[in-house]
């Protein structure tokens, strides 16, 4: 009788853990159509144009390799981030053109233009897991202006009493 029991709840334990709310079923699982797509993206002051091409993961950016044009891994793992996140690694070769900006807004242009290049190829497979994981959201901080009066855009000048 107690063997019977135990079976029916590894049985139900089972059931349980297939569904939860938290995850999205078609998400990153490697789905997506494999096809040319195109997407802008924009950061600071940065603009990126991205195009992907059915291939191998070979990245181009301005001519040079990803690891020539961002030596740091952080910025490496951040432009590489939506296809990880779709796991869609070494199925698409990256032309970028980027210019505009300095180093992290460029990365950040980037990330925006693949994740929209991915969302356009297949819409109903990518678009959940991007947006979820907000990549497709422009960033929409930019400087702030100079203000007359003022040293910088906030920073007054010091106050003297006398």
């Not at 709840?9 to 998400?27: M, P, R």
């Not at 807004?105 to 994981?133: C, E, F, S």
């Amino acid at each position: 009788m107690a063997e019977n029991n135990n079976s029916a709840v590894l049985e139900n334990e089972e059931e349980l853990t297939s569904y939860t709310t938290e995850t999205n079923a078609g998400a990153g699982t490697g789905t997506s159509a494999i096809e040319p797509g195109y997407g802008t993206g924009r950061r600071k002051e940065a603009v990126a144009r991205v195009r992907l091409v059915p291939g191998s993961g070979k990245w181009t950016i301005n001519g040079r390799t990803l690891e020539e044009y961002f030596p740091s891994r952080l910025l490496q793992r951040e432009v590489n981030s939506p296809i990880v996140l779709l796991k869609l690694e070494g199925k698409f070769d990256v032309v970028v053109l980027v210019d505009g900006g300095g180093t992290t807004g460029q990365a950040g242009a980037i990330r925006l233009g693949v994740a929209r290049a991915l969302n356009a190829i297949d819409r109903d497979a990518n678009r959940v897991a991007l947006k979820k994981a907000g990549f497709l959201t422009r960033d929409a901080r930019v400087v702030e202006r100079k203000k007359a009066g003022l040293h910088k855009a906030r920073r007054a000048p010091q106050f003297s009493k006398r």
